[in-house]
């Protein structure tokens, strides 16, 4: 995990670059920053060093990996890699209701709330689908 972690960092450096050059480009074609872009830029450098550090921070927790040998072969990340859903509609609920509270913000105060609601029994929903069903263990 740590070369995908110390790639994330690098992408995170040349987005910094990336977007220091913009603000002075568009300063100098502008006579003022443009903030829309710029921000946008920054929270790509953001996105990309917290990207960066969890997979660092999880490579050092969790150890080396077959990825990070130079020499490993393929079949050394064979094995059990984790618990997958076999399939789940609580996503689909989730989304749903975050889109009932987003277009309660159009349509009144009283959606957005009902849709709050919906959201946090979704969730409850998706956290806790495998203690109870089919699938508790």
Not at 57 to 83: W, Y
Request: proline share 4%; net charge negative; aromatic share 22%.
């Amino acid at each position: 995990m740590k070369v995908q972690g110390w790639l994330f960092l690098l992408c995170g450096l040349f987005f910094a670059g990336v977007d220091i050059a913009y603000w002075f480009w568009t300063k100098a074609a502008t006579g003022h920053g443009e903030p829309v872009g710029t921000t946008a830029m920054a929270i790509s450098v953001g996105f990309a060093f917290m990207v960066g550090y969890y997979l660092m921070f999880t490579a050092r927790r969790i150890g080396p990996q077959p990825e990070d040998d130079k020499q490993a072969e393929i079949s050394d990340g064979a094995g059990e890699i984790g618990f997958f859903s076999p399939s789940s509609w609580w996503p689909l609920f989730l989304c749903l209701a975050a889109a009932f509270a987003f277009a309660g913000f159009v349509f009144g105060f009283w959606m957005f709330l009902i849709g709050v609601f919906l959201i946090v029994m979704a969730m409850i929903g998706f956290v806790f689908q495998y203690y109870r069903g089919n699938f508790s263990h």
